[in-house]
């Protein structure tokens, strides 16, 4: 009986222990419940903080997408600015009528002075007698006289003086032609005819100041006294120094002192010494074949642009050539070379006002055009006429060439053109390249 108690103590207190360890793992199962639901709720909570950042994202997704945008609307912008030429339109009525019953013959220069006063020089001794019939003896007629050579008008068109013709003290030229105004207002002539070996320096109302070589005394590219037919000239006010594209019977640039008339240097095509001996193939051979190793006849106009470059005008070799001021050469471009007409493409050229001279406006003469080029890369943006006549709109024989700062051009035409008339500037449009 004993032994039988002893056994249902044992496994009462078996029964106890037992149940108090289920006790603990109960206790152990809900702490574990408890934390799993704290677990829960932190995943919970990192699953709505994900999907807020995940909205942030996709926020900024769609922001840099609009920004992507907005940069390629604005490239799309800044190119098309890129391209952006000037606008010109004819002007017929800008030139007023010369007083004095004058009439005025081919038009060998033109220019334009720092007061954006327009020079014109031009040969009275083209004009046929039928337009000069009052200064035949006897009259033949009413009209006209022949204006003398050199004629200033102020900028709305009315003439202001003229004068021009031969003097005392100073050789006067058989054929006119180039004129340049220098910061100074003094006014350079140049003529272009075989016995044209000078230039000659006035003062704004003609006084005489200097004469640079002599007439019929040229001995070829290499004289350093004289000019041959001088063509194109430029004032280098950096250094005082006048730059002359020489010319209609030498090939070469040439340079003197401003103030003495001094030589200084000069060069042929290429940066290389002239060489008048050279023969020119037949033109269809020469706009085809390798590029002429010297400028041709006649080296037709000279500019300086604001970054220190010389541009030289190869007329009859379709090209103009770039050079530093020392002559060392940098590049060449050649416009519409297959062009087969003699006279050649490249008659005369301009930088457009604004500082960076943005722009280089070429005159083709032989194809009756203004050809707008971008000046740093040299690619041709548009070209302005084509067409031949005496209307507006039409160009006959456009021969010289200038711009005012207001951007407006003035061209003058030589032969039975005999005119000289203004290209107004409207502006700036957008275009595509013609190349």
Excluded at 22 to 45: F, G, K, P, Y
Excluded at 113 to 131: A, C, K, L, Q, Y
Excluded at 306 to 322: E, H, S
Excluded at 395 to 407: I, N
Aim: charged letters at 20%.
């Amino acid at each position: 009986m004993v032994g039988i108690l002893g056994v249902a103590v044992v496994i009462a207190g078996v029964a106890a222990d037992l149940q108090g360890r289920w006790q603990s793992i109960a206790d152990v199962a809900a702490d574990l419940q408890v934390r799993w639901q704290s677990i829960a709720d932190v995943a919970a909570d990192l699953q709505v903080r994900s999907q807020s950042i995940a909205d942030v994202v996709a926020d900024l997704q769609v922001r840099l997408q609009s920004i992507a945008g907005v940069g390629a609307d604005l490239e799309v912008r800044l190119q098309a600015q890129a391209r952006q030429v000037p606008v010109f339109e004819p002007d017929p009525l800008w030139s007023q009528a010369l007083p004095n019953k004058w009439a005025t013959g081919a038009v060998g220069g033109i220019a334009v002075d720092s007061h954006d006063n327009v020079w014109v020089f031009h040969r009275p001794g083209t004009i046929p007698e039928s337009e000069r019939g009052a200064s035949l003896n006897p009259p033949a007629s009413e009209c006209c006289i022949p204006a003398p050579s050199v004629l200033e008008f102020a900028p709305d068109g009315h003439l202001l003086q003229a004068w021009g013709k031969p003097g005392p003290g100073y050789e006067w030229f058989k054929t006119e032609h180039g004129i340049l105004i220098d910061d100074k207002d003094n006014v350079w002539l140049s003529g272009s005819a075989k016995e044209d070996n000078q230039i000659l320096k006035f003062t704004r109302d003609g006084k005489f100041l200097m004469q640079i070589g002599h007439a019929g005394k040229n001995t070829g590219s290499g004289d350093t006294e004289n000019v041959g037919g001088p063509a194109g000239l430029f004032l280098y006010k950096k250094a005082n120094e006048l730059f002359v594209a020489d010319g209609y019977f030498n090939h070469r640039v040439v340079v003197f002192d401003a103030d003495t008339g001094k030589y200084k240097r000069s060069w042929g095509a290429y940066g290389k010494k002239a060489d008048d001996s050279y023969k020119f193939p037949p033109r269809a051979q020469l706009i085809a074949g390798e590029p002429p190793p010297q400028f041709n006849n006649p080296v037709h106009a000279v500019l300086v642009s604001n970054d220190d470059l010389v541009y030289v005008a190869d007329r009859t070799n379709n090209r103009l050539q770039i050079f530093k001021v020392d002559g060392t050469f940098v590049k060449e471009v050649f416009v519409a070379r297959n062009t087969l007409q003699q006279e050649g493409t490249v008659y005369n050229f301009v930088f457009s006002p604004d500082k960076e001279q943005r722009f280089l406006y070429v005159l083709d003469g032989s194809n009756k055009a203004i050809r707008v080029y971008d000046r740093k890369s040299m690619e041709l943006l548009e070209s302005i006429g084509g067409h031949a006549g005496h209307n507006a709109r039409e160009f006959f024989h456009p021969h010289s060439f200038a711009v005012d700062s207001k951007g407006n051009l003035f061209i003058g035409e030589v032969n039975d053109g005999m005119r000289y008339y203004r290209y107004a500037f409207k502006g700036m449009r957008g275009t595509t390249s013609t190349q």
